[in-house]
Every structure is written in structure tokens, then in C-alpha cells.
């Protein structure tokens, strides 16, 4: 018997097989060439996809750098990733085609970059691109000067003039007559735009505004005034779903007690369980909703979105009690854990919108693989079952998308709660044990039959980054939860990460693949890390945590930290290829680095009780303090940091015998109650464990165990309540104001 995880390796493993001889297949049924280029030798997924492309592909590097000086060639720049819908669009329309291959390869030298790789340089050419057209997203195509000056870009282009866009082809042959005829002018453009976009940088990084508890209201009242209070949600459609925004307003309603803001993080928290956004048979979140109710989403599953918005079930959870939000947010680690898991502990990073589609064999349509069409329903639950399932999950015989503009949904359902177990007990005037029992059953069968399809592509490339916020999220989960699968998980994690992506010296890397790790590691990969490493040690107090994390913290300290300005840049500098060194704080779809990294160093600054990390954190925030003073809701989760740093905030101490039932109580205790602004530190019986995390955390020297029994501090910015030995007791203080 093959188990839940072996069948899914097998399916992915087929349906690679059936891609490559369906490619094959049709190539050479249509007498088409079959190439190869440069990016066969690569290891990123998403430039293996463009492996045999008839364009003469070139990865990011100096082969093609030298090759477009000599040859006096501008460059055309294309930057996706594996999942990205709209770069398979254009990889099939224009990519694929040897006659628009032909002009690419006779005028320009292209260049192909995996934007999960090469966040970096990601940053830069959105960055140019969106200083030029006013909005950006993948594919990001862009054209430089052979000293990778930008000049010109765009996302995604049709491959002939359509919907009012310009075609490929066009901007092809226009852009190469232009640099034959009119080059200083593109030269020149490129210079003052890298000098505006250079200039915005220094002055986005520079700032001396005070930011305090009105600042955390300014963005408070922003998110009010955009909230949809009907579906939840911030503004009009298409709709993300921004955890670390979410965990924002449950930490402002903890300080505040402003209950709108509990208010609209639950309305949105419930709404996204309930649409067809969340994955209602496998788990997981896709990620994004195209519509206004979170019905029609963008299918992609991405590693990051998981971690976030796991986190955020997990803190509704705490501040509520109830018992949906911890079971979505098993729900999103099971997926994890299943799914999206490497053997030896690391975490993939995402699943494909697109997947094989059995009404159009051969071919890729988007969400194929999670959607339902009636009588499919009706044939593997009979009659009876099926129509309580249609009727609790919106299923219509017509299908039941919003919009369909590329008539890919025309019959086929999205899964939905449309009416709750409640609403089908009275509809059928059946018992809501009934229900319930029938909802599990046609789960566990619709499941099966899902499995037997052909997965989306799943990109198994393991980030530093991205690991380390499901690290977080795995932590907080084995908490909240109470289940050690999920901190066993995350350890598992980390020892992967410091077996194959710490070097030599001791720093970090970015990528790992096939037993191959590469790339220098960036800012993101340090602060999310050392998160992870952070929560991890709150889940199981191994000091060993504790240590790693503050030994990169003195190394990102050293590689990333402005010393003339303050905060941290994203890359370690000294690179000549990229024109900017980039310093941001924004938190887009990801926290940024930044934001991330004052978190750690107020927690460790508490921990280690070290000024200099604290101060550290004040210089970062005044060197941002511009833009976060000006919009503070672009920055949700450097807001998460500097409520911590403006506290209230505890520090809790239990000391006592780790297995005790009595320390395991008071954890208990302190792992139900949402206390975001706290750091937890565990003082062991034993003399020299106690030794060992004193030098760690020098405050524990004044804590002990009172009369051998397991003992817990409660204190607020280190001035500490009396001692209690009694989960009761230790209940009192966590609840008093």
C-alpha cells in the first residue's frame, strides 16, 4: 500500500513523464525542432521550463554579460517563477515560437532569472519597471543596456498587438531598431532613470519622524476605512490575503481593545476559510482571490502564504477560543507536512495554478486539478450525499465561477461553504450529526479521487527564507496546538538548513536543490531564520537555538547594517552588477527583511537584556521613519515591531524540571493566552543547563525554582511580579492589565 505522501510522489513523478512526452510528442508530431539551451545546465524549476525554448536562453551571469558587450546587443530580461500562470502564457505564446525566437536571438541577448533565486535582483527591475509604467508583476520583462542599465519594460506582452496592448513582437522589432538608430537616447533615458531610482532610494531610506502608539492607530484607521465588513477583506477586487496585516490588527486590538479591529480580522479570517480560496478538501490557501467574496482564486499555492496565514489562525485561536481558527490552521500544516515537505525536513516552495486537464488531454488549464463538475460529484457519492455536498459547497450543474474570460471554468465548480452544517441540518431536516458525518465521508472519497489526478507542478527548489516562516508557524503551532509533529517538523527543518545552506564560514544561503546549494544568502534568509530559530526555541527551549540565532544575528549585523544611515540592505553589497543597493522596509506580499529583523532584535534585546541590539532597533525604525510616518499601512508587520518595542511587553521566566507536569501546566497556561509583545525563557533544575542558558540570557541568574517546585515569573518591561508555583496563579497574572 502506498501511503497519502508516496502517491502524491508517484502522481508528480507521472505527470512530469507525460509533460515531456506530450511536449515531445506534439513537437514532433508537428515536424517542429526540439532545442536545447543554456538553461538545461540550471537548477531552478522555473528556468528548466524555458530549457527548450528555440530562444538562445542565457542564465543571470558574465557569459552573457560579455556576450552582449561584444556583440553590442541590448539584453532583454525576463524574470518569473515556476507557478506563475502568466509566464507559462507567455513561455507557450511567445517563447515557444522560432519566429519570435529568431528576432530575440538576431537583436538582443536574453537572459532568464528565477525571481524566488534572485530576489535581489527581482527588487531592482520591478522597481524600474514600475517607475516607468506604474505597475508591475510577473512575468517582469525589461530591457537593458549591456551594462544593465534599464530602459524599457512591461509585464506580460501578448505576442501580437492585442486588448490594447503592445505585441511581443513588436516591442521586439521596435526596441532593436530603436537602439540601431536612436541609442544615446536609450542610453540616456536608462542613466536618468538608474539616477531617479538611486536618488528615491537614499531619500525612502532617510527619516526623523516619531513614531509611537499613534502611529499603530493611523494605520488602524486606514485598514477601517477600506474593510469590506460584508466579506471581509480590504479594498475592492482582486483580494490577498495579508496575514501579517491580519496578525497586526489582532495585536492592535490586545493593546487598544478596540473591538473593531478583533472584528475585522475575524470577518476576513472566516470569510477566506469559508470561499473557494481555501483549498476545502486538501488544506492550504491559494493565492489570491480574483473576486470580492474570495470564490474565484488565483489556484497557485505558495509556501509563504501558508506560514503567514497559519500564524494568523493560530493567534485568532489564542484571542478567541474558538475552535474554527485552530482547525483551519491545522488544516494549513497538514498540507505542509504532506504536500509540500522534503524528506529530510526542508519545505518546497510552492504549486502550480496550472495542472493537466482531463477534458483537454495534453494540455494545462489553470485550476484543473481542484475543480468539480456535478456529475462527477453525483457519481462517486450517489444521489443522496451528493446533493447535501452540492448544497453545502454552492455546487450548480451550469458550475458556479463568477468569470470565466478564458473559458477554463465553463461546468466545473469550485468547492465553497455556501451554506453552514447548520443551514444543511434544516434544509434536509436531518440531524446536524448527520451532516457532519456525511460532509467528512464525501471529503475523504472526493479526496481519493482528486488524488488520482495529475498534481499541479510543484517547485521543490527549499529557500532559507521561506523555511524559516514556516519554522515560526510550525513553532507557534506546536504550542497553540499542542502537538510536538509540528515542533519536531520545525526542528527538522533547521538541522536541514544548517546541514546544507550554512557555508564554511558560518553564513547562509539562499538556495537548495537536487543536493546542490547556492547563492549567496540576503537579508530575508538571516531575519527569517533567525525568527524561525527564535520560536522554535520557545517551543522546546533547546539553548542550541538560542545560540544559532544570535550568532547570525551578529553576522547579519555585519554583512547587511548601514553604519552611515542605519537599517539593514538587502544584499551584502560589492556587487557590480546591480546599479542599487536597496534598503526597504514596505511589507508587500512577504514581510520585508527589515521588518522581520527589528522583531528579532527586540526579542533578542530582551532575552540577552543587550542595549546595543535595542538601540539598534531605535536606529532602524528613525531610518524609516519617513514613509512608515506618511502611510503606516504599508508596513503591518514593522508595526507588529514597534508595538513590541513601544510596549507593553513581558518577559516570562518558568524555572523548574523541563518534563515536570507542573512546568508542562504553566506552558500550557502561557501557550492559550495571545500575548504578542512577550519573549518566554525556560530555567532548567539542573546546574549546569542552568549555567549554559544563563550565559545565554543573563537575567535568568536571579530566578529559581521556589522549594523545588516549577516556578514562573511574570514580568513587564523587567520589573517582575511576585512568583507563583500554580497554573491558577500564573493564569491571574497573564490576565491582569
Given at each position: ?63 552573457a554579460f560579455e556576450k552582449a558587450r561584444k556583440e553590442d546587443k541590448p539584453i532583454f530580461l525576463s ?400 504550542r497553540v496546538l499542542n502537538d510536538p509533529r509540528y515542533r519536531q517538523a520545525a526542528e527538522k527543518s ?121 538601540n539598534k532597533t531605535e536606529s532602524l525604525f528613525r531610518a524609516f521613519s519617513g514613509g512608515v510616518f ?108
Amino acid at each position: 500500500m502506498v501511503n497519502k505522501k508516496g502517491q502524491n510522489s508517484l502522481t508528480v513523478i507521472l505527470a512530469f513523464f507525460i509533460f515531456i512526452i506530450t511536449y515531445q510528442g506534439k513537437a514532433m508530431a508537428q515536424g517542429a525542432k526540439v532545442y536545447t539551451n543554456r538553461l538545461i545546465n540550471e537548477k531552478s524549476p522555473y528556468l528548466l521550463q524555458h530549457a527548450h525554448n528555440p530562444v538562445d536562453w542565457h542564465p543571470w551571469g558574465s557569459e552573457a554579460f560579455e556576450k552582449a558587450r561584444k556583440e553590442d546587443k541590448p539584453i532583454f530580461l525576463s524574470i518569473g517563477y515556476s507557478t506563475c500562470h502568466w509566464c507559462h502564457v507567455m513561455e507557450e505564446e511567445s517563447f515557444s515560437d522560432p519566429v519570435l525566437a529568431e528576432i530575440m536571438n538576431q537583436y538582443f541577448v536574453s537572459i532568464k532569472v528565477d525571481r524566488e533565486e534572485r530576489p535581489d535582483l527581482d527588487r531592482v527591475y520591478m522597481q524600474a519597471v514600475l517607475a516607468m509604467t506604474g505597475s508591475g508583476g510577473w512575468p517582469l520583462n525589461v530591457f537593458l543596456t549591456p551594462g544593465l542599465k534599464p530602459f524599457y519594460g512591461g509585464t506580460y506582452f501578448p505576442p501580437v498587438d492585442r486588448w490594447g496592448r503592445p505585441g511581443f513582437k513588436t516591442a521586439l522589432n521596435s526596441i532593436a531598431r530603436n537602439w540601431k538608430d536612436r541609442r544615446e537616447e536609450l542610453v540616456s533615458s536608462s542613466e536618468i532613470l538608474v539616477g531617479a531610482l538611486t536618488q528615491q532610494a537614499e531619500t525612502q531610506a532617510k527619516g526623523n519622524f516619531s513614531l509611537g502608539p499613534d502611529t499603530l492607530k493611523k494605520a488602524y484607521e486606514h485598514f477601517y476605512s477600506t474593510f469590506d465588513s460584508r466579506y471581509g477583506g480590504f479594498g475592492a477586487a482582486p483580494k490577498f490575503p495579508s496575514g501579517h496585516t491580519l496578525s497586526f490588527l489582532l495585536g492592535y486590538w490586545k493593546r487598544s481593545e478596540e473591538p473593531k479591529a478583533l472584528e475585522m480580522a475575524e470577518v476576513t479570517l472566516s470569510k477566506m476559510a469559508e470561499g473557494g480560496m481555501y483549498d476545502q478538501l486538501g488544506g492550504g490557501f491559494h493565492r489570491y482571490s480574483t473576486d470580492q467574496r474570495w470564490l474565484l482564486p488565483h489556484f497557485e499555492k505558495m509556501l509563504y502564504d501558508q506560514a503567514l496565514l497559519a500564524k494568523a489562525y493560530l493567534e485568532a485561536y489564542q484571542a478567541t477560543g474558538k475552535q474554527k481558527y485552530g482547525n483551519t490552521a491545522r488544516e494549513i500544516l497538514e498540507y505542509v507536512l504532506c504536500d509540500m515537505t522534503h524528506p529530510e525536513g526542508g519545505f518546497y516552495c510552492a504549486e502550480d495554478a496550472d495542472s493537466l486537464s482531463a477534458d483537454n488531454p495534453g494540455e494545462k488549464r489553470e485550476g484543473a486539478f481542484y475543480l468539480w463538475r456535478k456529475d462527477e460529484i453525483t457519481n462517486i457519492l450517489g444521489k443522496e450525499k451528493a446533493e447535501i455536498f452540492s448544497y453545502s459547497f454552492g455546487i450548480e450543474t451550469s458550475g458556479n465561477s463568477l468569470s470565466d474570460p478564458m473559458g477554463e471554468f465553463k461546468g466545473k465548480n469550485i468547492l465553497h461553504i455556501a451554506h453552514s452544517p447548520q443551514e444543511s441540518a434544516a434544509h434536509f431536516k436531518q440531524s446536524r450529526d448527520k451532516i457532519d458525518r456525511v460532509m467528512r465521508e464525501a471529503k475523504e472519497k472526493l479526496l481519493a479521487a482528486r488524488a488520482k489526478r495529475m498534481r499541479p507542478h510543484r517547485d521543490d527548489k527549499i529557500l532559507t527564507d521561506w523555511n524559516g516562516l514556516m519554522i515560526s508557524a510550525l513553532s507557534l503551532g506546536s504550542r497553540v496546538l499542542n502537538d510536538p509533529r509540528y515542533r519536531q517538523a520545525a526542528e527538522k527543518s533547521v538541522q536541514f538548513i544548517l546541514k546544507h545552506l550554512v557555508t564554511k564560514e558560518g553564513k547562509l544561503l539562499h538556495r537548495y536543490r537536487e543536493g546542490e546549494a547556492a547563492i549567496k544568502g540576503m537579508l530575508d534568509d538571516y531575519a527569517f531564520f533567525i525568527g524561525g530559530l527564535l520560536d522554535l526555541y520557545e517551543a522546546d527551549f533547546n539553548p542550541e537555538y538560542l545560540k544559532e540565532a544570535k550568532r547570525l544575528m551578529d553576522m547579519m549585523t555585519r554583512l547587511f547594517w548601514d553604519d552611515k544611515d542605519a537599517g539593514f540592505y538587502l544584499d551584502e553589497g560589492g556587487n557590480p552588477e546591480l546599479f542599487i543597493r536597496q534598503k526597504e522596509l514596505y511589507d508587500g506580499a512577504m514581510p520585508s527583511g527589515n521588518s522581520i529583523a527589528a522583531l528579532d532584535l527586540i526579542r533578542l534585546s530582551r532575552l540577552a537584556m543587550d542595549k546595543e541590539l535595542e538601540n539598534k532597533t531605535e536606529s532602524l525604525f528613525r531610518a524609516f521613519s519617513g514613509g512608515v510616518f506618511q502611510a503606516p499601512y504599508a508596513y503591518p508587520q514593522a508595526l507588529i515591531a514597534l508595538s513590541f518595542a513601544l510596549g507593553p511587553s513581558k518577559e516570562i521566566v518558568i524555572a523548574g524540571e523541563k518534563e515536570s507536569k507542573a512546568a508542562k501546566q504553566m506552558l500550557e497556561v502561557i501557550n492559550q493566552h495571545f500575548i504578542p509583545n512577550k519573549v518566554v525563557a525556560f530555567l532548567p533544575a539542573d546546574e549546569s543547563q542552568a549555567k549554559e542558558i544563563g550565559r545565554l540570557i543573563p537575567f535568568l541568574k536571579e530566578y529559581a525554582p521556589l522549594k523545588g517546585k516549577a516556578t514562573a515569573y511574570v514580568c513587564e518591561n523587567y520589573v517582575c511580579k511576585l512568583p507563583v508555583t500554580g497554573e491558577k496563579q500564573l493564569q491571574e497574572l497573564l490576565e491582569a492589565h
